[in-house]
């Protein structure tokens, strides 16, 4: 245990350790699948309620996705992935700000654990080249050889620059973050970790913004005319 | 009047945090990988210093694709 944070088995099914981070994930997934499903279950011609909201929000998503990534096909057909990379790092950088959180079992933010973090990534990454090759087929292989083959370990070391520095930054940022709460809590209760704890909620947002923007960044490279 | 069309603001900003950590990362991926060569096969700092070379040339190519890319779109504009 390092400055309250729990590490170790939740439980196990049959041999299987289940960690507390993936019942904290799995606990933000459901709550966002329960908030969609209640907002989808009884869809209307003229939207009220939770249904208006989240018609707002796609649209939303969608126009801004577009204006990013400059083609509107790549963008609806990558807007669904990217708003729910949003809503999950969101809800899971602020899921440590739950009071005491750094001291119960289940409530330190998945995207404090780097293995968390790197999934995240290695989906962009998975996902980049999909784009890619959906787009341009063949020849999109064709990028990692161009301007010429002697660039190729260049482009490869570029290639795997892009999740590192997605996993890096994400992780440190909410590590570090909770690391500092949990430090403060210990040294000056309540007023001092209230301070903190209110900048984490712009930093929560904003490294959350980050990925998904960089994602929508590197899908978009992919998939455009560059290639 | 032509109307100049202004980037998004969320495009400059990716555009930014973009090259810094891709460059950061690419130094730092490449110098821990020569770094653990020498380690491993006691080579003294040959592997890192070949690690940070080629972390930097990197860093300079994507410094270099990001140039060029914004020249192009302005003489396209």
Same mark, same amino acid.
């Given at each position: ?10 439980? @196990? ?25 209640? $907002? ?6 003229? *939207?009220? !309620? ?43 950088? %602020?899921?440590?700000?739950?009071? !005491? $959180?750094? @001291?119960?079992?289940?409530?330190? *933010? ?24 959906? +787009?341009?087929?063949?020849? %999109? /292989? ?13 482009? /490869?070391?570029?290639?795997? $620059? ?14 570090? +973050? ?10 000056? *209760? ?27 960044? %590197? ?9 | ?77």
């Amino acid at each position: 245990m390092i400055f309250g944070m729990w590490d170790g088995a939740f439980f @196990h099914i049959g041999p299987i350790p289940v960690d507390h981070l993936v019942v904290t994930e799995w606990v933000i997934i459901a709550l966002i699948g329960i908030i969609a499903f209640m $907002a989808t279950r009884d869809m209307q011609r003229v *939207p009220r !309620g939770l249904q208006n909201a989240f018609e707002a929000i796609i649209i939303f998503t969608k126009d801004f996705f577009t204006q990013l990534m400059d083609e509107e096909h790549v963008a609806k057909k990558w807007a669904p992935l990217l708003t729910a990379f949003f809503l999950f790092i969101l809800i899971s950088n %602020y899921s440590g700000l739950i009071p !005491g $959180a750094a @001291h119960i079992a289940g409530f330190q *933010p998945p995207t404090s654990n780097w293995n968390v973090t790197m999934t995240l990534a290695i989906i962009t990454f998975f996902s980049v080249h999909v784009a890619g090759l959906s +787009e341009h087929g063949g020849h %999109y /292989l064709h990028h990692f050889v161009s301007p010429s083959p002697l660039m190729l370990p260049l482009n /490869l070391v570029e290639e795997v $620059a892009h999740p590192l520095s997605l996993t890096v930054r994400l992780f440190g940022n909410i590590f570090g +973050e909770e690391m500092v709460i949990a430090f403060l809590l210990f040294m000056a *209760p309540f007023v001092v970790p209230a301070a903190i704890m209110g900048l984490s909620l712009l930093l929560g947002a904003i490294q959350a913004v980050v990925f998904t923007i960089l994602s929508a960044s %590197y899908i978009a490279a992919a998939a455009g005319e560059g290639h | 009047m032509a109307e100049k069309k202004k980037k998004h603001w969320a495009r400059a900003f990716s555009e930014a945090i973009n090259l810094v950590t891709t460059i950061a990362a690419a130094v730092g991926f490449c110098g821990y990988g020569g770094w653990w060569l020498d380690q491993k096969y006691g080579t003294g700092p040959k592997f890192t210093v070949i690690g940070v070379l080629l972390g930097m040339a990197t860093a300079i190519k994507v410094m270099w694709d990001r140039m060029v890319a914004d020249q192009h779109k302005k003489e396209t504009k």
